[in-house]
């Protein structure tokens, strides 16, 4: 049983980069939130746990410090969140899918579950007598400055770092890429307001998008390269190659095997 009264989670998981197992555990924090997770990556298990009574969140899934390579998974089974302060689950980050099975999200004061940009798995749950949503889903976006709005603080009050635009990365037409103050990619779509982790390059292999000169297969020895990448053309008019499995965008055309451009994620 972790009965907790800190500023942090009563399990803090901020900053964990490996694989977690919390079995069997009674939590509750009369301070903050009952399991926290900031900045994190791996997979994550949760199973036969209580979470319970928490100032704020039952379970908080923040994406506020990490990498933008940082990918994880979090699985709960045959566990409870119930009469919590804020959301039973908040889930906001879109590095992160999360699998519910046979999970109980009761009586907490806000949403049963908070979505914002995460992906969800609900097999077999039952949520209900919630103050607000069942599930409530929030499209998830950067902050006005670093899409590119103006607006700062007035009076002199402290700012948040503001995102660097990133100008040498190739893209597809109409995409921006920035760095976070925290060192985040990612990347912005300004006509339709679409804000994304992953590199948009993969859109550029459409049809629509081929170049006139000739098909991608034929860009740069494109017909030629380890399996799985890709070269596509920029904006600009340069070949760049693509690894969408790894994430991986560079100029350099790959060589070697394809054992060579696996990396861990």
């Not at 998974?73 to 045959?78: A, C, E, H, K, W």
């Not at 908070?114 to 209900?128: H, I, S």
């Not at 990612?186 to 804000?195: E, N």
């Not at 991608?216 to 693509?242: F, K, N, Q, R, T």
Request: hydrophobic fraction near 30%.
């Amino acid at each position: 049983r972790i009965d907790a009264s800190c500023s942090a989670g009563a399990v803090d998981l901020k900053g964990v980069r490996g694989n977690v197992k919390i079995e069997d555990c009674e939590i509750t924090n009369s301070l903050s939130a009952g399991i926290a997770f900031e900045g994190c990556s791996g997979d994550t298990t949760i199973t036969r746990c209580s979470v319970r009574g928490c100032k704020f969140d039952g379970l908080g899934l923040h994406m506020l410090k990490g990498e933008s390579t940082h990918k994880g998974s979090v699985l709960i089974t045959d566990s409870t969140f119930e009469d919590n302060g804020y959301d039973g689950l908040y889930l906001g980050d879109p590095r992160f899918r999360v699998s519910l099975e046979r999970v109980q999200v009761l009586r907490n004061k806000r949403h049963g579950i908070f979505v914002r940009g995460t992906a969800l798995e609900v097999n077999g749950c039952t949520v209900e007598q919630n103050g607000l949503e069942a599930i409530h889903r929030d499209a998830f976006r950067p902050p006005r400055s670093q899409a590119g709005g103006g607006g700062g603080g007035a009076g002199g009050a402290p700012k948040a770092p503001k995102s660097r635009e990133l100008v040498s990365v190739p893209l597809p037409e109409g995409w921006r890429a920035f760095r976070t103050g925290d060192g985040l990619t990612y990347y912005y779509h300004s006509a339709s307001g679409t804000m994304q982790w992953s590199h948009p390059a993969a859109a550029a292999a459409a049809p629509a998008a081929a170049p006139s000169t000739g098909t991608l297969s034929d860009v740069a020895g494109g017909d030629d390269l380890p399996e799985g990448w890709m070269a596509l053309i920029s904006p600009e008019g340069p070949a760049y190659y693509h690894h969408p499995a790894s994430g991986i965008t560079q100029w350099k055309r790959p060589e070697g095997r394809q054992e060579a451009i696996h990396r861990d994620a």
